[in-house]
């Protein structure tokens, strides 16, 4: 029984290092194709010294989870930059909290500090990234820069509107590999990162770590003389996370070679790993964010006068379509044109042209640009629009991370579903419609959704 819980616990750190090192990866895509490689094997590695040494960072669901919503963050950063939940006060005191919004009005950046426990089911699915597109939306704010703790709490992530012209994601990333900081509390970690975006010094910083991390790893004798006795509970435990972390940074290692090695003309494809993060995602927890997504443009439109706002009439339409479609959802990609539903409403009401939700996965939130995209296997290209996330994925030859179904037995992108059998993939969530009079309300309106569902429901029910 000892023996299997020491198993388990491996197993469960070896995975929290995994995550880790996949958001040390995230932030090294900028970098040559040629050295990213490095940096990723480097970032395992570190991660693996720390599992071996004082252990790895506390998972955030060891925490309760949070009750905030987009919109009361939102509200709350409209009087202080900075929005702490209880569940973290003990990390980053009231006046730690004043310190850290003294340092942002020094910078006279729009810099917003959200440190949020993030679970499975929440208001935000359990993502960052979630949390960041969610409160950004709420704020309507742009230029906008956001640090966030990250899915599991002790680390950093950033990002930035409309681009991420100061380093924003960098300087996040960089203060997980600064040695100074290995023991430092949060409030620590957010002084450093907003030091390294007012500086521009992010990129900077992140590459000399991810280097000097790669050398003391390359430095280090292969044995560790300062091991537990063989056999002993501490010994085997550290020599069965080692061995495992270091195999999946083979693995990985060996994966990004071949993808380095593909003809630059290939089409981006979709990794399974894609797929499988999109079918754990918490459909509950989007569900009651698509509701609230519908509650708040009801607010909107109840404080809206028609003499003064032009597109009120739009706005009902979409308010009345987001509400059938949540009613009858049947899964992600539903409830996923909730969110597109509501926010074209939103549109409708906005003084100034608003593009739709990201074409990839309408969760990313409302689009930084418009680009064109050839899909997998044509000849022709769209014009979609697409978040600043997914916009550099495609710069870069990358897979953007994509909203899949299963369909017929097999899990796709959602906008491979013929368009018969799907409105979304037909409208890619509003990204591929024919012009100003052809709204995703309108087509709900005429039964365009509920014919696709009907299609769909006897032979391809969401998993």
């Not at 090192?21 to 090294?28: I, R």
């Not at 600043?388 to 097999?410: F, H, I, T, Y």
């Amino acid at each position: 029984m000892s023996s299997d819980r020491t198993t388990i616990a491996a197993t469960t750190t070896i995975a929290a290092t995994t995550t880790t090192a996949a958001s040390a990866a995230s932030a090294a895509t900028a970098a040559p194709r040629h050295r990213l490689l490095p940096g990723l094997l480097a970032a395992l590695l570190l991660a693996c010294a720390a599992l071996l040494g004082t252990g790895a960072p506390a998972r955030a669901d060891a925490t309760p989870a949070t009750t905030a919503t987009g919109e009361s963050i939102a509200a709350a950063l409209k009087t202080s930059p900075v929005y702490v939940d209880p569940a973290f006060a003990a990390a980053v005191t009231p006046a730690q909290q004043q310190q850290i919004a003294e340092q942002i009005a020094a910078t006279g950046l729009p810099i917003k500090v959200v440190l949020v426990p993030l679970q499975q089911g929440d208001a935000f699915g359990g993502r960052a990234k979630g949390l960041s597109a969610v409160v950004q939306e709420r704020l309507g704010q742009s230029p906008l820069i956001m640090i966030t703790s990250d899915d599991y709490g002790s680390w950093l992530n950033g990002y930035e509107w409309p681009s991420d012209t100061h380093q924003v994601r960098d300087s996040a990333n960089a203060v997980s590999l600064l040695k100074e900081l290995k023991d430092a509390g949060l409030a620590a970690k957010v002084g450093r990162a907003i030091e390294l975006i007012s500086t521009g010094k992010g990129t900077e910083v992140y590459k000399a770590e991810a280097a000097r991390v790669d050398r003391e790893y390359s430095a280090r004798p292969h044995t560790d003389d300062t091991a537990g006795a063989p056999g002993s509970s501490s010994s085997s435990t550290g020599l069965f996370a080692l061995a495992a972390v270091l195999v999946l940074a083979l693995v990985i290692g060996a994966a990004l070679v071949a993808r380095s090695r593909r003809p630059r003309h290939t089409a981006f494809t979709f990794p399974d790993a894609v797929f499988a993060a999109d079918r754990a995602a918490d459909e509950a927890g989007l569900r009651r964010q698509a509701a609230d997504e519908v509650l708040a443009l009801g607010t909107l439109l109840d404080g809206a006068d028609g003499s003064t706002t032009p597109g009120l009439g739009r706005a009902l339409d979409a308010y009345d379509a987001a509400g059938r479609v949540l009613d009858a959802a049947d899964g992600l990609p539903d409830l996923a044109g909730v969110l597109a539903l509501a926010a074209e409403g939103r549109a409708a009401l906005a003084t100034e042209p608003r593009l739709p939700l990201c074409f990839f996965d309408p969760r990313h939130g409302t689009a930084a640009r418009r680009t064109t995209w050839r899909p997998l296997g044509r000849r022709e290209r769209v014009d979609v629009a697409v978040c600043e996330d997914c916009a550099q994925a495609l710069k870069a030859r990358r897979s953007p991370q994509v909203l899949a179904v299963r369909d017929q037995g097999r899990t796709v992108p959602y906008f491979e579903v013929p368009a018969d059998r799907s409105l979304w993939a037909a409208t890619g969530y509003g990204s591929l419609l024919s012009g100003p009079d052809d709204t995703l309300a309108a087509r709900v309106t005429t039964g365009a959704f509920t014919r696709t569902t009907n299609r769909r429901r006897p032979t391809d029910p969401e998993d």
